[in-house]
């Protein structure tokens, strides 16, 4: 099942075990069973601490990490591979008494937790953003043996996709109910499951002294403006929602430079942990709310802290931008999808539109006909705008159709999921019905910057206006990346902005309160 050169980097890791796991296989004559007992089997082979058993699960195929020792159990429903070979790997160690990456207080809040925790993660193996979640709750199983998680390949168990109307990865549930829907830190499910834990966070957060720089954002603008912050020997704070912004979101990157290709996640996995190689204090699981200007900055974030600072840096990045028609919001997860990576894999055989004759828009078209029946891509302009070697391969493709000129007006549904939409065709006037099964919107991204509305000024579709120098129409408060009027958003980009805005900040800081700095650890 794994050749020579996977076999001996996992060897390497399950030398970190320090007690027994138990690979429990749930299998049947199935092709894909037959690969799971391969699977086990490989993994059975490098090490002494591993056994392999087979018993009849709740899923065929499945296989279950247990540690017999505390009880804990890891369940993968289907063939943990693609990118969730990685959760597979982390659960045996785990699993087998490798330490865990969490903060102390974080791993002994997941242990008081009490009662029984059931959760069932449904995913697609191409989804980015999947072995995030199912690793947040692998590691919560790994401490506390009444948390239980399956990881479920949806592709493979597609009645019960049908069945719970699944259209969009990762979907959690809790002992039967849905938890939640997209990407969701550690934090973010203990929020939820502690009701009292964010409050505390927020006591503790209102407690810390003002910042030199405060970054907010933990995309690449934001981690490259934390790392030359800190390298400036100022007190730097980096608050984000979640590390990595759009990037984690991205699969195939090959125009960073000096990289030939990398995928997201890797990426925004490289970039934290160079931002943690520095004095940052990173507070993250946090949305801003509001920025006062004052003697010192104070940002109010959304759980009611409050943090301040001699300087701010913006850098909150964008969002997919959405169509805003009728039937949206209602079907969002339920056939209107924005990442045909994560969820192209639920419309297998299916018929899909995709919205947006852009680069991105095409490339999904071409990425999506590999696995459902037909796409129809819909363009607003009279042309299509993605580059000409993407339309000539689009166009190629037998079962992609492109409509130009045609405003989509109405999603359309029988109240539980899409079956089609409606839109004009603006050179005539005349309107038309497409039936399918599913919407992948990919028309722009939209600069968060909602929350900033009358404190700086902004261009009519919300970027943030900045100088040479990355600073605002607010003294003292810099911007960088995608949420400002730069003119191309692209991560080597948005890194450069970030550090440009963060040498602005300094420059802005040494000639406003020279006597406060203490700058005998600048570095170049």
């Known amino acids: 099942m794994l050749d020579a050169n996977v076999k001996n980097q996992l060897n390497t890791y399950l030398q970190n075990l320090k007690h027994p796991v138990e690979l429990v296989v749930s299998a049947d004559d199935s092709k894909k069973a037959q690969e799971l007992k391969s699977l086990a089997a490989d993994i059975d082979s490098l090490s002494a601490l591993i056994s392999v058993t087979e018993q009849q699960g709740e899923r065929t195929p499945s296989m279950a990490v247990v540690?017999?020792?505390?009880?804990?159990?890891?369940?993968?429903?289907?063939?943990?591979?693609?990118h969730e070979f990685?959760?597979?790997?982390?659960?045996?160690?785990?699993?087998?008494?490798?330490?865990?990456?969490?903060?102390?207080?974080?791993i002994e809040?997941?242990?008081?937790?009490?009662?029984?925790?059931r959760f069932e993660t449904y995913v697609s193996l191409s989804c980015q953003t999947c072995p995030e979640v199912v690793q947040a709750l692998n590691m919560m199983a790994a401490i506390n043996p009444n948390i239980t998680n399956v990881m479920i390949d949806g592709s493979l168990f597609q009645d019960e996709v049908n069945e719970r109307n699944i259209m969009a990865v990762p979907s959690v549930y809790l002992n039967g109910e849905q938890f939640s829907m997209g990407a969701i830190s550690t934090v973010e499910i203990l929020n939820k499951l502690d009701v009292n834990a964010a409050g505390r966070k927020a006591e503790q957060l209102n407690q810390k002294e003002a910042f030199d720089v405060l970054v907010v954002g933990g995309g690449p603008a934001g981690a490259s403006a934390a790392i030359y912050a800190a390298r400036k020997g100022l007190r730097t704070g980096i608050v984000a929602d979640k590390f990595g912004g759009q990037v984690a979101e991205t699969v195939g990157i090959e125009n960073f430079i000096s990289v030939k290709a990398t995928e997201g996640p890797k990426l925004v996995a490289n970039l934290e942990a160079h931002v943690h190689e520095y004095d940052v204090d990173i507070m993250d699981n946090q949305r801003a709310l509001s920025l006062k200007s004052g003697e010192l900055f104070e940002l109010e974030l959304e759980s009611g802290a409050v943090l301040r600072s001699k300087t701010v840096l913006l850098a909150t990045g964008a969002r997919w931008r959405e169509m805003n028609v009728p039937g949206e919001q209602e079907y969002r997860g339920s056939g209107v999808a924005?990442?045909?990576?994560?969820?192209?894999?639920?419309?297998?055989g299916k018929r899909v539109a995709v919205i947006g004759g852009g680069n991105s828009g095409i490339e999904a078209a071409i990425d999506l006909a590999n696995i459902v029946e037909h796409v129809t891509v819909l363009e607003f302009d009279k042309s299509l705008r993605a580059d000409e070697v993407l339309q000539r391969k689009a166009k190629s493709m037998g079962n992609i159709e492109i409509i130009?000129?045609?405003?989509?007006?109405?999603?359309?549904?029988?109240?539980?999921?899409v079956n089609g939409l409606n839109y004009t065709d603006r050179a005539t006037g005349e309107s038309h019905h497409v039936e399918l099964a599913g919407i992948f919107v990919q028309i722009g991204l939209v600069p968060n910057s909602e929350w900033l509305k009358d404190t700086i000024d902004m261009t009519a579709r919300g970027e943030i206006i900045v100088d040479a120098k990355g600073e605002t129409s607010l003294p003292g408060v810099f911007a960088a990346g995608d949420v400002t009027n730069s003119a191309y958003k692209q991560i080597i980009i948005a890194?450069?902005?970030?550090?440009?805005a963060s040498l602005g900040a300094f420059d802005y800081l040494i000639r406003h309160n020279v006597d406060d700095l203490d700058t005998s650890s600048v570095a170049a």
Do not use: W
């Open 67 to 82: 540690n017999p020792a505390l009880g804990s159990k890891i369940t993968f429903a289907g063939l943990p591979m693609g």
């Open 86 to 106: 990685t959760s597979l790997v982390l659960a045996l160690l785990h699993s087998g008494g490798h330490p865990i990456k969490l903060d102390s207080d974080v």
């Open 109 to 117: 809040q997941i242990r008081q937790l009490s009662g029984e925790y």
């Open 338 to 348: 924005y990442c045909p990576h994560c969820d192209g894999p639920l419309f297998k």
């Open 404 to 417: 130009t000129q045609a405003m989509t007006t109405e999603v359309t549904g029988d109240g539980k999921r």
């Open 495 to 500: 890194m450069g902005s970030g550090a440009t």
